[in-house]
């Protein structure tokens, strides 16, 4: 399915552009405009052309924050024209100096806001109904706009610097914020956005996941030709459970599913997929390649290379399976908008990390690629998923990455450690779910790597492994918060690992966000 095929379905709504200039919150302004019920999209600044506009007829632009400096050499720009078009714009952070740059105004390096800051609106405007004469926001940025074009007026300021914190076009609508309403450190900062793309853009609140199943079913059904038949992997998770069913209302018994068992998984999770898919009418064929997976893995550190070996042998796996029946010329994937980003996908993102649905594919792959459900978010593939029927363990298990624990082994992957790691998932899993956690939390799981740590068991010295125990809130996977869990839950996992694995000495939990951390180690 190609990249213009993909967007179709979602372009029927009103539609807010976002303007990507490399900002770590471009992804969480396009969500926050979808719990608006309204379309987002997110295009790169070099992407923009009026060919480009006249294809998607956005109703509204959102200009997002970005590292670089509108004075900076290549600092990234859009054309002067975007802004005479007619179409309401709100530039945030970087793209509220841009703005002001481009009209004729001056940007300045200052001291800096970082954090909670408090602003002081000076002039009443649509953008800021619901808000009151003092509000807190988050701020992120170093430059300011230290002076408005005459085509701009100032509306709000912040209390501590005096820097100009929002201001609007006199004639147009036109708008630039310095704080980010994205975020959830702005308290009102969604009433902002919802002031802006329902009641100044008139943008029609049309957006529902749960009417989009018709439509991606029939994109798959125009894309897929007839005769071919599709190969879908199934890992027992959401994405690729929502993704099987989609492929499956379109060409029916036409899917051919797989469930590959590279060693990698969890505890009890081969009985526990196969049950929850036979309950969704999905029947796969299993294929236990532990031993295949395993032995290529021997003495593998790097991360990255483990990633690229686990995808590779998985689509030889799935050639394997093509060449007993030539019609399966597809290969289904369950890949999201996080995975296309993190793997670097999308022009201009730095690769964090390959994910097998996207970055790990080798080159030398045959196969035709349908991905249903590419430009969605976890929390809207759940929603699909309970339109479709989906029980509720499939739609909130937590995501399992492909590579399985492969990435959750620092170092090379040895059976001892696949041992600890798989029981102290376990443990950890078990315990939050008998605190009623397990659904209030995005992903939670144990690492064990190299490093030792000398103990004490039985009155004798003991030296053995740390196992990390990461446990995170999230609402898309892109940015994340460690779990505040109790101390008593804290305090039962630490005593299970350490008591039923013979192996660990030291239990640690990981508190570092996402950024700086990713949410699994590597």
Same mark, same amino acid.
């Given at each position: ?51 480009? %506009? ?11 924050g970005g590292p670089r400096s509108v004075y900076s050499e290549n600092a990234p720009k859009i054309p002067m024209w975007l802004l005479d078009v007619g179409l309401p714009i709100l530039g945030i952070c970087y793209g509220h100096q841009l703005i002001a740059s481009m009209l004729g105004g001056e940007v300045r390096r200052g001291k800096g806001e970082y954090g909670r800051v408090t602003i002081r609106i000076v002039k009443r405007d649509p953008l800021f109904r619901e808000w009151g004469e003092q509000e807190l926001v ?37 708008? =630039? ?21 329902? +009641? ?11 009417? %989009?199943?018709?439509? %991606? ?56 997929? %196969? ?68 793997? =670097? ?20 792959? @045959? ?62 899993? +078990? ?17 064990? =790597? ?7 068991? =039985? ?35 630490? @005593? ?27």
């Open positions: 399915m190609s990249s213009e095929e993909s967007w179709k379905p979602y372009r029927e709504h009103d539609t807010v552009l976002v303007i990507n200039f490399g900002g770590q919150y471009t992804h969480l302004i396009a969500r926050r405009i979808r719990e608006l019920n309204v379309y987002s999209e997110i295009v790169h600044y070099f992407q923009l052309s009026k060919e480009l %506009l006249s294809e998607i007829k956005p109703k509204a632009l959102i200009l997002s988050w701020m992120s940025h170093a430059d300011y706009v230290a002076k408005l074009p005459p085509e701009l007026e100032e509306l709000a300021v912040s209390e501590d610097t005096g820097y100009i914190a929002a201001f609007r076009h006199r004639s147009k609508p036109i708008y =630039g914020v310095q704080f980010h309403p994205e975020v959830v450190h702005t308290p009102r900062g969604k009433i902002l956005l919802k002031n802006f793309v329902i +009641d100044i853009a008139g943008c029609r609140p049309t957006w529902r996941i749960e009417n %989009l199943v018709d439509k %991606l079913v029939e994109e798959v059904r125009r894309t897929v030709p007839d005769g071919d038949k599709v190969l879908c992997a199934v890992s027992g998770g959401i994405d690729s459970t929502v993704t099987a069913l989609i492929v499956k209302k379109a060409v029916g018994n036409r899917l051919v599913t797989v469930f590959v068992n590279h060693g990698l998984l969890r505890e009890g999770e081969v009985e526990e997929v %196969l049950s929850n898919l036979r309950k969704v009418g999905i029947e796969p064929m299993y294929i236990d390649a532990s031993q295949r997976f395993l032995s290529k893995l021997v003495g593998v550190e790097d991360p990255e290379e483990k990633r690229r070996i686990i995808g590779e042998e998985f689509v030889r796996i799935f050639e394997e399976i093509a060449d007993r029946d030539p019609t399966i010329k597809w290969l289904a994937q369950g890949t999201t908008y996080p995975d296309v980003i993190e793997s =670097g996908a999308v022009p201009g993102a730095d690769r964090i990390k390959s994910h097998h649905n996207v970055g790990g594919l080798p080159r030398f792959t @045959r196969f035709r690629i349908v991905e249903p459900i590419r430009y969605l978010y976890k929390d809207e593939v759940r929603k699909l998923g309970l339109a479709l029927g989906v029980p509720e363990e499939i739609v909130w298990r937590h995501p399992f990455p492909g590579p399985g624990l492969a990435v959750r082994i620092i170092g090379a992957i040895t059976e001892e450690k696949l041992e600890i790691v798989r029981k102290a998932s376990k443990i950890v899993e +078990d315990e939050l779910r008998k605190a009623n956690i397990y659904k209030k939390v995005w992903q939670a799981f144990a690492v064990v =790597g190299n490093d030792k740590w000398v103990g004490v068991k =039985g009155d004798a010295r003991a030296e053995g492994y740390i196992v990390i125990v990461r446990i995170v809130e999230s609402e898309d996977g892109m940015t994340a918060d460690w779990a505040r869990v109790p101390y008593e839950v804290l305090d039962r996992i630490a @005593r299970r690992i350490t008591s039923e694995i013979p192996q660990v000495t030291m239990v640690t939990y990981a508190v570092t966000t996402k950024p700086p951390a990713t949410i699994e180690p590597c």
